[in-house]
């Protein structure tokens, strides 16, 4: 079946400006996942959806950053007034149920955002 | 708060070659241990995975022994091939933490035919 997928696969934008990165989840899975990868480094967390459970926004880095879910489908990050650190490569993972017994995240391909 | 600190990359080998790629983590409890691969051009894939001390996951060639000891998660792999270039990363994810993954920093690995 069709895995997560990520829009656009490369964005370019001015500092200052807003940008949208949208997520599309497998189907039927809950729990939603962003992560960041700044060049060389590992992935840092950002934000966790389950259901209709409260979001755990504890990993976003500012109040610039915020990210919605439509039930359980996609999900958008929002970015504003992008700075240059903001630059780097947006994952979306998704998963079943956590607590069931194989549940695992899956990756997408991820959102390159460069900031000029 | 939870970390995950990984061999520094680059790492080069040539085929056939013994692979290991260490990985220590720093957590409280008792999380779940994680291998993802990258390979060029393609999204983040997990590897292998092990759920409790003294468990073994093993994928591909590949092994890892949860380690609860020495806090460790090292990966192994007998003889290598080109194909398994690619950048490793090792996770840890505990369930009290709304399932987030704890990534460490990426080891890129190059074989060599």
């Known amino acids: 079946g069709a895995g997560v997928s990520q829009s656009p696969s490369n964005k370019v934008t001015e500092k200052g400006k807003d940008v949208e990165l949208r997520c599309d989840p497998i189907s039927g899975h809950t729990a939603l996942y962003w992560y960041r990868q700044r060049l060389g480094q590992g992935l840092e967390f950002l934000i966790y959806f389950q259901g209709n459970s409260a979001p755990d926004k504890s990993g976003l880095p500012s109040d610039r950053f915020s990210a919605e ?38 990756f997408g391909p991820g959102t390159r955002l460069t900031v000029t | ?11 080069t080998l040539s085929e056939e070659a013994f692979l290991t790629i ?27 995975k092990a759920t409790k001390a003294d468990d073994k ?27 398994d270039s690619a950048v490793y990363f090792c996770a840890l994810r ?12 990426g ?4 074989v060599n035919p």
């Open chain 1, 69 to 106: 879910r439509t039930g359980e489908s996609v999900s958008t990050l929002t970015i504003q007034r992008t700075q240059q650190e903001d630059s780097a490569v947006y994952l979306c993972a998704s998963s079943t149920a956590p607590g069931q017994a194989t549940y695992e995240q899956y």
């Open chain 2, 1 to 11: 708060g939870d970390s995950v600190t990984q061999m520094e990359g680059p790492v």
């Open chain 2, 22 to 48: 260490n990985c220590t983590y720093t957590a409280t409890g008792y999380p779940s241990l994680f291998w993802y691969v990258q390979y060029p051009g393609e999204g983040l894939q997990l590897l292998l």
């Open chain 2, 57 to 83: 996951g093993s994928n591909k060639g590949f092994e890892a022994t949860y380690r609860k000891e020495t806090t460790s998660f090292h990966l192994e792999k007998g003889s290598d091939q080109v194909s």
């Open chain 2, 94 to 105: 505990r369930e009290t933490s709304g399932s987030r993954l704890t990534f460490g920093e």
């Open chain 2, 107 to 110: 080891t890129q690995l190059t």
